[in-house]
């Protein structure tokens, strides 16, 4: 199983960023998607989640109204729409897959990882 996160990059606050996420190895559209970050010296936080249908997204708090997550299942992808970029936003960025009905949101949730990508937002 492989998940290619890319997208990532330098912003200035206020901007816009979207992250995608391929995958290959695994049935996609029978996997739900969720996207982490981590900060340094900070653990993993939970970003977003969608489930295998894109009937049921879920959003930290800290994201909600301001990122979008969605996938196609057509070209295995999960995408993380990024609007209205703060600098606390500025982490590596990690897209997972977890098998199940209920909405990931913690780590141990999921069974695959990507290898991350860098968001970096200036004030």
């Known amino acids: 199983v492989q998940l290619q996160a890319s997208g990532g990059g330098l912003v200035q606050a206020g901007g816009s960023l979207r992250l995608s996420c391929a995958a290959s190895g695994l049935t996609f559209s029978s996997y739900g998607m969720g996207w982490f970050r981590q900060a340094p010296g900070k653990e993993r936080e939970f970003v977003a989640t969608i489930n295998w249908s894109s009937g049921r997204t879920y959003y930290a708090d800290s994201v909600k109204g301001r990122f979008t997550i969605s996938r196609d299942n057509a070209k295995n992808t999960v995408y993380l729409q990024m609007n209205s970029l703060k600098p606390e936003d500025t982490a590596v960025y990690y897209c997972?897959?977890?098998?199940?009905?209920?909405?990931?949101?913690?780590?141990?949730?999921?069974?695959?990882w990507g290898q991350g990508t860098q968001v970096t937002v200036s004030s």
């Open positions: 997972a897959a977890y098998l199940g009905p209920v909405p990931g949101t913690k780590v141990y949730d999921y069974g695959y």
